[in-house]
Structures are given as C-alpha cells and as structure tokens.
C-alpha cells in the first residue's frame, strides 16, 4: 500500500545502546521529517530532509543522528539512548516546496528508554 | 523564530454544541500556511484544515471552521455539532520549511 510506514511501532531499549527508527515513504516525496512528541511540548522537530543526502537539524538535534542514501527511507538512529529520549517519534513526508502542502504523517514509534 | 501558542491545555464540549480552540503565532513572514491537525487516541496525525496567510477568506471544511485574524496572529478552529469522535488533541501549526507546532489542546466530547 502507498504511504508512509514506520517500524518498530513500540520499542524498549536500555540506556547507552544504539537503536534505530525506521521510516519509509512510498510516494517519492522530496521532503522527510523527524518529530518527537512529549507531553506537554507538542511536536517537536529533530531533523529533516529537503532530498537524497541533504539533511539539516531542526529544534533538537542533539543526541540523534540521520541519513538518506534513498529518496524513500529515512532513518533516525540514537547513537547512545538516554532516559530523556523516550518520546513518540513520528517521521512525516511532503511532496516539493510548496508550504501548502500537508504533511503526512506515519503512525509513530513509542521508545522507551529504560 | 516562529512560535505557536495554545493556551488551552484541556477543553470539553457537549455532544452536538461547538467549541473554538485558540491558538496565537508569531511570525515576520508575510505569506505562510497554518494548519489544524487532530490526533485521536490511535495515535495517528490527521490534518483537520489548512487557511493561507495570502487569503482573507476564512476556511471551512464541513463542521470545522477556523477564525484566521491575520494582524492579530491569530488562528483559531471551531468545531460545530461535535460529536463523540471528535475526540483528540488538537495541534495548531505554522507552515514553514517544517511545520512548527503548538502544545496541543486535548478536547473531551461528553454525551
């Protein structure tokens, strides 16, 4: 199906591991996105990506680390997981430039640092 | 840097009455987006409606409605005959190369 998947949907891990969010599109969208959501602060976005190998931080980058070899993939990797990472983390995608456009959304990864 | 404010942490709403959620932004650009997007307990992110700075014209999608007031920055979303499954937290959102969201509003909808 056409859309917008990430995986894991729920994940445990412990503090000091690496651990990868996965987030694929299949709809050949230029623009990904990488927001986490905490109670009490909204969406707040990590990082983006306007193409293949152009990425750029956003309002917290720290701690967190992308990369996008491939239009449709674009995965969030927690090079050393902290208990202040658990968050719901949702990728998003957007066709072009226009800031019309809405952005579609996956369904989110629950992380839980431990 | 853009902002976007909600003031409203919680609202509850009687079935089939309307509520307004507030949301104020802060901005210098003078063509930009806002959006409304709703988020039901399943988690996932629905955009509710969209209105253009560009447009003095308010926008409507069938009970949803918003109060754009451009030099106020101000951008609020009515909700007519609510029902149960308009249940979710609300986030109001300023359009720029990424969107920038408010805290969200959590709207209860009692029968």
């Known amino acids: 199906d056409a859309g917008i998947t990430q995986s894991p949907r729920y994940k445990i891990t412990e503090t000091g591991r690496q651990v990868t969010l996965m987030c694929h599109q299949t709809w050949s969208h230029s623009y990904m996105f990488w927001y986490r959501q905490d109670l009490g602060h909204g969406l707040r976005l990590i990082y983006y990506s306007a193409a293949a190998d152009i990425t750029d931080k956003g309002e917290v980058p720290d701690g967190y680390v992308v990369s996008r070899s491939k239009t449709e993939n674009f995965p969030l990797t927690l090079e050393s997981a902290t208990r202040s990472q658990t968050s719901v983390y949702f990728c998003a995608s957007r066709a072009g430039t226009g800031l019309g456009r809405p952005l579609h959304f996956g369904n989110g990864t629950r992380l839980t640092v431990t | 840097a853009q902002t976007v404010t909600q003031s409203q942490p919680e609202m509850s709403v009687q079935e089939a009455e309307t509520v307004t959620l507030s949301c104020t932004y802060d901005t210098s650009e003078s063509d930009y987006y806002l959006f409304w997007y709703k988020q039901p307990p399943s988690r996932q992110m629905i955009l509710v409606i969209r209105?253009?700075?560009?447009?003095?014209q308010n926008a409507t999608e069938n009970r949803f409605s918003v109060n754009f007031q451009k030099a106020a920055k101000s951008f609020s979303l009515k909700i007519s005959d609510s029902q149960l499954g308009d249940a979710a937290m609300y986030f109001c959102?300023?359009?720029?190369?990424?969107?920038?969201f408010g805290k969200g509003t959590t709207l209860s909808v009692s029968s």
């Open positions: 959102a300023w359009a720029g190369t990424a969107l920038i």
């Open positions: 209105q253009e700075a560009y447009k003095q």
